[in-house]
């Protein structure tokens, strides 16, 4: 059971450069979510998705896009990158939005240059 | 929003001990969970107790959803149980009712 795999774990790109993290889970889950960890800053939510074609803004969306055109796939894409897109990126689902137990991908390290 | 306070921040144990972490919250909440993020910075779902009691081996956790607190147990530790421990709650009506996460709970095992 492979739950939410991520790709890549690490990139690292030039400023202005785009790229597309990979998330997909296996599980059926409605919900899925990117966050990025950031010290002193904690975990913060970029997009959610409540379902196949249904995304929303989280706290700090400004830079990247996402899409979610199966239920298994939540593509996050950064338009062009930035120092301060330097991160770890996470993704998450659960069954849906309000209850059941959130699963995260292994991570991704992303470095702006 | 909810606010979400972990105590201790930082903490550093002999292995074999027990430990209480702490998690305040502000208001009421159907949705709460623990997470472990071990030092390869993997984060894993512990348990998700919006109220009362579970056990998973070594590790519990209760909620008391009227008091708005829940705690984690952790007995004779190792030092595999190093990381971050994270309680997250929920719902936030702000950004879709999303989980808000504390600050995390820094744990450091001695062999």
């Known amino acids: 059971n492979a739950g939410v795999t991520q790709t890549p774990k690490f990139q690292v790109l030039k400023t202005g450069q785009s790229m597309t993290l990979q998330c997909a889970q296996d599980m059926n889950h409605e919900y899925m979510s990117w966050y990025r960890q950031d010290p002193g800053m904690g975990l913060r939510l970029i997009h959610y998705?409540?379902?196949?074609?249904?995304?929303d803004q989280g706290e700090v969306p400004n830079g990247y896009n996402v899409s979610r055109s199966t239920t298994e796939d939540f593509p996050l894409r950064l338009l062009s990158a930035a120092p301060s897109q330097t991160s770890v990126y996470f993704c998450?689902?659960?069954?849906?939005?309000?209850?059941?137990?959130?699963?995260f991908g292994e991570g991704s390290r992303l470095t702006v240059l | 929003g909810i606010q979400v306070e972990q105590s201790p921040p930082d903490l550093i144990l002999q292995e074999g001990a027990n430990s209480t972490l702490r998690c305040n919250f502000s208001?009421?909440?159907?949705?709460l969970q623990w997470f472990h993020q071990n030092p390869w910075g993997q984060l894993i779902n512990l348990f998700y107790?919006?109220?009362g009691t579970k056990q998973n081996g070594r590790l519990s956790a209760t909620t008391v959803a009227t008091e708005r607190y829940s705690l984690l147990y952790i007995s004779s530790s190792q030092t595999t149980d190093s990381g971050v421990y994270f309680c997250a709650v929920g719902p936030s009506m702000e950004y879709g009712n999303k989980l808000v996460f504390g600050a995390g709970t820094i744990l450091r095992v001695k062999s």
């Open positions: 208001d009421s909440v159907n949705n």
């Open positions: 107790i919006p109220s």
């Open positions: 998705s409540v379902g196949a074609g249904i995304t």
């Open positions: 998450a689902s659960s069954y849906n939005q309000e209850e059941g137990e959130l699963f």
